[in-house]
């Protein structure tokens, strides 16, 4: 079982920068692959970015070249440093962890936080 918080988000300015992190709990984090979601009011959830458990990440193409996606295994903790936000980028933002590699798979939500990037 994996308990997920988010937190780090908050009201910022566009260009402004805020880093969200993920905290878990529970053990064998390093086998989980760790995205970051985000879900704007009338609008589907989508993914932001994935850090896999081998560390190989990927990107929307909306953020690309603005945000960061890194991980500490020792610390059971994923970050998303985002930088020149823009107004479209206000929602609520959700950590997801997966894993295939023990049976039964597993896939766990956080409870979200909000970004509001507004002048």
């Known amino acids: 079982q994996v308990h997920l918080v988010e937190s780090g988000g908050g009201l910022v300015q566009p260009g402004g920068s805020l880093r969200l992190s993920c905290a878990a709990s529970g053990t064998l984090f390093s086998i989980y692959d760790v995205s970051w979601y985000r879900q704007a009011p009338g609008k589907q959830r989508e993914l932001v970015a994935t850090i896999t458990r081998a560390g190989n990440i990927d990107y929307a193409d909306s953020v690309k070249g603005r945000f960061t996606i890194s991980r500490e295994n020792a610390k059971n903790a994923v970050y998303l440093q985002m930088n020149t936000l823009k107004l479209e980028d206000t929602a609520v933002y959700y950590c997801?962890?997966?894993?295939?590699?023990?049976?039964?798979?597993?896939?766990?939500w956080g409870q979200g936080t909000q970004v509001t990037v507004s002048s």
């Open positions: 997801n962890a997966r894993q295939t590699i023990l049976k039964p798979t597993s896939d766990y």
